[in-house]
């Protein structure tokens, strides 16, 4: 959530990494250009937060919604560890990443609920994730360990989805809502499931980190006009995050949650 959290999240990075042993790192960043009172063009990433997190150790920056509402949308896109969401009609970017390391092989996919792409957002609509899990299924491209980046609104379409892929992908970690859920799953099968990761930065009063002042005033639909500015919550910085142990097989095999 926004620059300050980003560059916070960059310094600790080369630690945590080095303290969870963690081979791969993925971030969905689609809120990190969020600088305080904003129109919706201040959502999205930048090409400057993507180059920061990249130096920092991440290997895939994920997004979602906001993936159009940046600035630097085309740069971004361009960005060969970069993924915009998969099931949607966009020529430009990538939806689907495989990257390899000393034999470690990791393809992550970012999808985009229908629940999520809200009227009057920049992103194209998404098509529906049943549908785009099977052609995902059929192109032969989820090689190595898969982890899928669900970003949804509902608790229970990440569950249908995650149960339905069961034993087909390592895990399924939901975003979008930014308040992070308690537990971690493992299924019966072997994907590890979170259903929602949560956000890094200010916790402000209701853990989204945004000031909701913006969300009340449009729930007691007080016209469009007439609404605050979003803005960034204030408080103390929280990380969310989760650590997924994989075996050899591609399956999880322990889920910790970071905070
Ligand atoms: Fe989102």
Do not use: C
């Not at 991440?58 to 560890?81: E, I, K, L």
């Not at 992550?108 to 299924?137: F, K, R």
């Not at 979003?230 to 322990?254: I, M, N, P, Q, W």
Request: proline share 7%; no cysteine.
């Amino acid at each position: 959530m926004g620059p300050e959290a980003a560059k916070w999240l960059a310094g600790r990075l080369p630690q945590l990494r080095q303290q969870h042993d963690a081979n791969w790192v993925v971030v969905n960043a689609e809120n990190s250009a969020v600088t305080g009172p904003s129109p919706m063009n201040g959502f999205g990433m930048t090409a400057d937060i993507v180059d920061m997190l990249i130096d920092a150790g991440v290997d895939v920056v994920t997004g979602g919604n906001h993936s159009w509402d940046g600035p630097d949308v085309d740069q971004v896109f361009a960005h060969p560890r970069v993924l915009r969401p998969w099931n949607l009609n966009e020529t430009r970017g990538q939806g689907l990443i495989t990257v390899e390391r000393a034999g470690s092989v990791l393809t992550v996919v970012n999808l985009l609920s229908p629940t999520a792409a809200l009227p009057g957002m920049l992103s194209p609509v998404p098509e529906p994730l049943w549908p785009a899990w099977q052609a995902l299924e059929r192109s032969g491209n989820l090689r190595g360990a898969v982890l899928i980046d669900l970003h949804g609104e509902s608790p229970w379409e990440k569950a249908s989805f995650a149960t339905a892929v069961d034993g087909k992908i390592t895990a399924l970690v939901g975003t979008h809502t930014h308040d992070p859920t308690l537990r971690g799953h493992i299924l019966p099968k072997g994907t590890g499931y979170v259903t929602e990761l949560g956000m890094t930065g200010r916790l402000g009063f209701t853990g989204g980190g945004f000031d909701p002042v913006h969300f009340a005033h449009e729930f007691r639909n007080e016209g469009t006009s007439e609404l605050p500015p979003y803005e960034l919550a204030t408080g103390r910085l929280t990380l969310g995050a989760v650590v997924l142990s994989v075996s050899a097989a591609g399956k999880t095999t322990h889920i910790e949650r970071l905070s």
